[in-house]
């Protein structure tokens, strides 16, 4: 593994950490209130319950105060509305998380406009992903927040770079095809419907790849000297972590590559924590 085109997210994050760990020993010392963060968890889907544990393992480190709630995959609607609404009264909750994909008797649409936007942490409320698209960053989604951090401090240059992202979600794709719009990078967003797909991999200078899928970027389809950030999670033949660029094969090629793990994932979790302090001081403020 070429080391120096690694782009470690790991020790990115591990800075982060240590600055919102000494934002919470200052609050410590004036023995205020701590931050907190609440998780709703709907069901026991098995990666939704690893995230929610390493956001619990992440928050508790840095001294945030996380509640993660389980709920039971036929709750209703109804409920689940009424939960958020006491929540969203409740001053000694500063950020909630409603952890994604809900069963599909729940509309997602629906919960996530329930959560207040002061204590919308995720930034999934329309007011929230409205301001992105204009360019106003009081709070960023974490996982597009984690990505842009990761390219700023390796000092990644972006006016009139061709980015293409492949992947269409609201929680990734849409808002950092937005950030990376109004950063001045010329965007193509691919998707399962792309015709071609490698016709315009092949053309970017960043290709950024959130499908699901175990190593689906080939060297083939990427460009000499790019950079590569891979925002997949997935298992591969052997049950082993992997994300989706085949990284073995594609890292000779390329200028800089995010490894799974070690990436973009810390990454998401150190923007989940510099919210959460966001909205606390927002919340002590108000
Ligand atoms: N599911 C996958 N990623 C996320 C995320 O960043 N936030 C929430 N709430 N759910 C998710």
């Known amino acids: 593994m070429d080391k120096t085109k690694i782009i470690d997210g790991k020790m990115v994050s591990e800075l982060i950490k240590t600055k919102v760990t000494a934002e919470i020993i ?18 026991d889907n098995k990666a939704s319950s690893t995230y929610i544990k390493n956001k619990k393992i992440a928050c508790e480190k840095v001294g945030i105060i996380c509640n993660a709630l389980t709920y039971p995959q036929t709750i209703s609607e109804t409920t689940l509305f009424n939960i958020i609404n006491k929540l969203n009264q409740d001053s000694s909750v500063d950020a909630i998380l409603v952890q994604l994909p809900l069963p599909s008797h729940i509309n997602s649409e629906k919960i996530i406009n329930t959560i207040a936007i ?58 950092l095809a937005n950030l990376l ?36 970027i080939t060297p083939e389809m990427v460009k000499e000297n790019a950079i590569i950030i891979d925002v997949g999670v997935n298992r591969d033949e052997n049950n082993k972590l992997c994300g989706d660029v085949d990284f073995e094969n594609v890292i000779p090629k390329v200028k800089m590559i995010t490894p799974v793990p070690g990436g ?23």
Do not use: W
């Open 26 to 43: 200052e609050i410590k010392k004036k023995n205020y209130r701590l931050p907190s963060l609440t998780i709703i968890q709907v069901g």
């Open 118 to 175: 002061k204590k919308d942490v995720d930034g999934f409320t329309p007011q929230i992903l409205g301001r992105l698209m204009l360019g106003h960053y009081q709070l960023l989604p974490g996982t597009p927040k984690g990505i842009m951090l990761l390219l700023e401090h390796y000092q990644i240059k972006l006016p009139g770079q061709h980015v293409v992202i492949i992947g269409r979600s609201n929680i990734v794709g849409k808002p």
């Open 181 to 216: 719009i109004n950063a001045s990078t010329t965007v193509t967003v691919c998707h399962s419907q792309t015709k071609d797909l490698s016709s315009f991999t092949k053309q970017a200078d960043i290709l950024i790849v959130a499908v699901g899928k175990p190593k689906i």
């Open 264 to 286: 973009v994932g810390p990454m998401t979790i150190a923007a989940l924590l510099e919210n959460i302090l966001y909205l606390y001081y927002q919340n002590n403020n108000s």
